[in-house]
T-cell receptor
Framework: NAGVTQTPKFRVLKTGQSMTLLCAQD?????MYWYRQDPGMGLRLIHYSVGEGTTAKGEVPDGYNVSRLKKQNFLLGLESAAPSQTSVYFC????????????FGPGTRLLVL | GQQLNQSPQSMFIQEGEDVSMNCTSS?????WLWYKQDPGEGPVLLIALYKAGELTSNGRLTAQFGITRKDSFLNISASIPSDVGIYFC????????????FGTGTRLQVTL
């Protein structure tokens, strides 16, 4: 099992460009999450999904969109990147409502110039 | 958005020393979790706490769920170099799609 994988590992964007971050998990987990991590602020939830075809807003959703067309994939989109979106993005997955452990991917470093 | 307050922000300790860090919130949580993040990696779950007053150990790590459900602490005994990293607390409410609220992190450095 690869666990949770994220693509790409690192990306540089210019302001206004768009991109999609891919998260994939091979553990057949129902729940998936996207977080961003900024210095001194811990992780903040952007969007999450409780199952295929469902998505919901987290704490800091503005400027991002997500899709969960397949159970194993959770995509995070930036339609028009801004410097304030420079961050490290982590995806996580969890088996179901009962199982507490969220398994995190290795992260994607995004720099917006 | 809410963030949990963690202290200290950073610690420099010698190998073999014990470490204590804590996390406080203005809100009640039903579950407290402690994660460790190594450089360049995602967080990994260390300990999960489910009941107020619960004390749980995982090897050299011990964590407690505060009686008021608004705080938690983590102790590491006899620290070793591989304990280096950032430690995060996280609180979770029941029925919220298991959304976590993370603390601001405690960066631990261990010197030989």
């Amino acid at each position: 099992n690869a666990g949770v994988t994220q693509t790409p590992k690192f990306r540089v964007l210019k302001t206004g460009q768009s991109m999609t971050l891919l998260c994939a998990q091979d553990m057949n987990h129902e729940y998936m999450y996207w977080y961003r991590q900024d210095p001194g602020m811990g992780l903040r939830l952007i969007h999450y999904s409780v199952g295929e075809g469902t998505t919901a807003k987290g704490e800091v959703p503005d400027g991002y969109n997500v899709s969960r067309l397949k159970k194993q994939n959770f995509l995070l989109g930036l339609e028009s990147a801004a410097p304030s979106q420079t961050s490290v993005y982590f995806c996580a997955s969890k088996k179901d409502m009962v199982q507490e452990t969220q398994y995190f991917g290795p992260g994607t470093r995004l720099l917006v110039l | 958005g809410q963030q949990l307050n963690q202290s200290p922000q950073s610690m420099f300790i010698q190998e073999g020393e014990d470490v204590s860090m804590n996390c406080t919130s203005s809100s009640i949580f039903n579950t407290w979790l402690w994660y460790k993040q190594d450089p360049g990696e995602g967080p990994v779950l260390l300990i999960a706490l489910y009941k107020a007053g619960e004390l749980t150990s995982n090897g050299r790590l011990t964590a407690q769920f505060g009686i008021t459900r608004k705080d938690s602490f983590l102790n590491i005994s006899a620290s070793i170099p591989s304990d280096v990293g950032i430690y995060f607390c996280a609180g979770q409410l029941s029925g919220t799609a298991s959304k976590l609220t993370f603390g601001t992190g405690t960066r631990l450095q261990v010197t030989l």
